[in-house]
T-cell receptor, first 110, second 114 residues
Framework: GEDVEQSLFLSVREGDSSVINCTYT??????LYWYKQEPGAGLQLLTY?????DMKQDQRLTVLLNKKDKHLSLRIADTQTGDSAIYFC??????????FGTGTRLQVTL | EAQVTQNPRYLITVTGKKLTVTCSQN?????MSWYRQDPGLGLRQIYY???????DKGDVPEGYKVSRKEKRNFPLILESPSPNQTSLYFC?????????????FGQGTRLTVV
């Protein structure tokens, strides 16, 4: 199918690590992205990974890509209350089309 | 400042009354697109445009029209809105021909059709 799938909800305690998972569909996708949407705001690009990479680290963020299984994950270390948001994975398909996942709402509790 | 500007941010309208949501970008990007965001469905592409006078259907085009007369503007037109078009809409622009083409999003337009 055409869907990019994510679980809808994740709750973690402040200071713990969060892992948000995504399964995409198009093996020809060249870039995979993680976007963050805070309440009432648009989407903000967090990080991205090129399809020939396995891992990318950017401060508290670690992206893991398993191309064989078409599985992408975002790990947020030392999760803070300011990380509470909806996180979307997206794959870039031919002709610049971005296809988004359903979004995962991350709730950070004290 | 590089940005994508949508107007209005909020709109309540009645079934059948034509409306237009404007989108403008100041980055000289070729590619622009409209998405709608619905709970549990993520963002779905409505229409996209690869350049002036070039538009094409996305995944959920029914009930919408677009135009691209100028590079910077990409309005979304609902000729006869219906309640199932109540949603949060985002416009995005992307440069083409670059290795990593980040999409820049507008702040969103929350549309309610009653």
């Amino acid at each position: 199918g055409e869907d990019v799938e994510q679980s809808l909800f994740l709750s973690v305690r402040e200071g713990d690590s969060s892992v948000i998972n995504c399964t995409y569909t198009d093996s020809s996708s060249t870039y995979l992205y993680w976007y963050k949407q805070e309440p009432g705001a648009g989407l903000q690009l967090l990080t991205y990974i090129f399809s020939n990479m396995d891992m990318k680290q950017d401060q508290r963020l670690t992206v893991l890509l398993n191309k064989k299984d078409k599985h992408l994950s975002l790990r947020i270390a030392d999760t803070q209350t300011g990380d509470s948001a909806i996180y979307f994975c997206a794959e870039r398909r031919p002709a610049s089309k971005l296809t988004f996942g359903t979004g995962t709402r991350l709730q950070v509790t004290l | 400042e590089a940005q994508v500007t949508q107007n209005p941010r909020y709109l309540i309208t009645v079934t059948g009354k034509k409306l237009t949501v404007t989108c403008s970008q100041n980055m000289n990007h070729e590619y622009m697109s409209w998405y709608r965001q619905d709970p549990g469905l993520g963002l779905r592409q409505i229409y996209y445009s690869m350049n002036v006078e070039v538009t094409d259907k996305g995944d959920v085009p029914e009930g919408y029209k677009v135009s691209r007369k100028e590079k910077r503007n990409f309005p979304l037109i609902l000729e006869s809105p219906s309640p199932n078009q109540t949603s949060l809409y985002f416009c995005a622009s992307t440069p083409m021909g670059q290795r990593n083409t980040e999409a820049f999003f507008g702040q969103g337009t929350r549309l309610t059709v009653v």
